[in-house]
């Protein structure tokens, strides 16, 4: 289904998008890019215009994300293997690596030492928010106490843990926030204390997740030292399927490579399908790279992105793309149409099986939620399985929404097809749980008082990115990765089902 092209195999035109000109910076508001007066160079200093050429500003031919480094790091052109100094534009933490990263930066630069740019520092509690834990609780406050003192401009604050919604600040999940937020931007460095930073890579910037060390030292000084990845392009093309979703698309992907099939490569993802997908779908598919051992993931930024971005971001951004003669490690190609739904089974997200070959096994719960699965789009997914059904889940079915704004999507949005109700509607009436509070919630175990945690040895099918042993909680427990029409579907069963049973 997806065939590998050698290293030495130079991008082909016909998949990259070619640069008549270097991108002029997009003016935020505007949902078309606006035309360059004058030839940029993607490095500074800017050198005299000239006439443009297929690569830009620069002789050398690059990927998109050699070309977002070498402006970072103030280079005409970078290859693979680099090492260089980046000039970061948002780093990110949140309430599990903040205040170690916050220690960190204490210890280094003083305990009276400023951040390098109050704006530029995001901070975002999501992960133990929702619990009696009182070391979970004391992160949080550490959070608050910081950003106090460095007069942070975005701390998204919780205090009232009895209703989310008494918290106007607090928005959930930080991969979902800091897209609906605005602070994700094509052609920017945005890094962050969580693995899945990578998220981002779907508005066409370089995302990745680093460590609190890393962490402290660039919240002081706004600089990262980082190797360029060589780039791996995949290509989908094709029409999707009604009963498949980006999900499907990044398991095949990752079954198809193994788990560390990318180790420390950045991973682009072009061709007709990814420009038919939504901005939350891009966000999926770009959200799982780092199972595959990716650096980063990204997408090209298009109308797609420029129209999600209206009104979000008062920041202007300059896109780039890869040029048609840029080098990849290897490409992958896909005829998504002819895809079939899939899940992870136990333990690894790399264990890939097709949904139908997994009909015979029985499961406890289904979990829909997370950065990867509890978007608007996947509750609206989930809903129209219910819907289409007509019928009662058999299985527990906890639905954690990832920020507050898709807490009320679920509540005020109408299920297409539906004569009006909403996902919360439909979801009662099937008989699942009560929508909780937004937060990072059970994907990761957390405290044992976590909502949705798998205290016992159960089988779960899950919306979110790990099934490690462990990582939703009981180290017996059995957790089946999937799209959230697949997740809907086997509530419905109590198997693992093949949404084709409810969509055909």
Not at 184 to 194: A, F, N, Q
Not at 324 to 343: I, N
Not at 392 to 402: E, G, I, Q, S
Request: proline share 6%.
């Amino acid at each position: 289904m997806a065939s590998s092209i050698s290293a030495a195999a130079k991008a082909s035109a016909a998949f990259a998008h070619k640069e008549l000109a270097a991108p002029a910076p997009h003016r935020a508001g505007s949902s078309r890019r606006t035309k360059p007066c004058r030839v940029r160079a993607v490095a500074s200093p800017a050198r005299t215009p000239r006439a443009p050429s297929s690569t830009g500003s620069v002789k050398t031919a690059m990927t998109m994300t050699e070309k977002i480094l070498a402006r970072a790091s103030e280079r005409a052109a970078l290859e693979p293997g680099e090492n260089v100094w980046v000039d970061i534009d948002v780093l990110m933490t949140h309430d599990v690596c903040g205040p170690g990263t916050i220690g960190i930066f204490k210890k280094e630069f003083g305990e009276d030492a400023k951040v390098w740019d109050r704006e530029k520092v995001v901070i975002i509690p999501d992960h133990y928010i929702f619990t009696s834990d009182e070391r979970a609780n004391r992160n949080v406050d550490i959070l608050r106490d910081f950003c106090l003192e460095q007069n942070i401009k975005y701390f998204y604050d919780i205090k009232d843990l009895s209703d989310f919604r008494a918290n106007p600040d607090y928005k959930g999940v930080c991969h979902i926030a800091l897209a609906q937020e605005g602070h994700c931007r094509p052609g920017e460095v945005l890094l962050g204390t969580d693995s899945h930073t990578c998220n981002a890579g779907a508005f066409g910037q370089f995302a990745t997740g680093i460590g609190n060390t890393d962490a402290g030292f660039v919240m002081g000084t706004g600089k990262a030292l980082l190797k360029v990845p060589p780039t791996i392009r995949f290509v989908l093309d094709g029409e999707m399927p009604p009963y498949l979703l980006a999900k499907d698309l990044i398991l095949q992907i990752i079954g198809e490579i193994s788990v560390s099939g990318a180790t420390y490569k950045s991973m682009e993802f072009v061709g007709s399908t990814v420009e038919s997908l939504t901005m939350e779908e891009r966000m999926t598919l770009c959200n799982m790279v780092v199972e595959a051992g990716g650096k980063n993931g990204v997408v090209p930024a298009d109308e797609t992105t420029f129209k999600y971005l209206e009104g979000r971001t008062s920041v202007d951004y300059q896109p780039v793309y890869s040029d048609a003669e840029a080098r990849f490690f290897s490409d992958y190609r896909f005829d998504v149409s002819k895809l079939e739904p899939v899940v992870a089974k136990p333990h690894s997200p790399d264990n890939r099986a097709l949904a139908r070959e997994c009909k015979d096994v029985k499961i406890d719960r289904v979990y829909i939620g997370s950065c990867t699965g509890g978007k608007t789009e996947d509750f609206l997914a989930a809903a129209k399985v219910f819907l289409a059904s007509g019928k009662k889940v058999k299985v527990p079915t906890f639905l954690v929404p990832a920020t507050q704004k898709v807490w009320m999507d679920v509540y005020s949005l109408p299920v297409p097809g539906s004569g009006g109700k909403t996902c919360a509607q439909i979801f009662e009436e099937a008989g699942c749980d009560t929508p909780a509070s937004p937060n990072c919630g059970a994907c990761l175990g957390g405290p044992r008082d976590t909502y949705a945690r798998m205290n016992e040895p159960t089988v779960c099918v899950s919306t979110t990115n790990r099934n490690f042993p462990g990582r939703m909680g009981h180290k017996e427990g059995q957790i089946y990765l999937a799209s959230p029409y697949t997740a809907a579907a086997s509530a419905l069963t109590g198997y693992v089902t093949d949404p084709r049973d409810f969509l055909m």
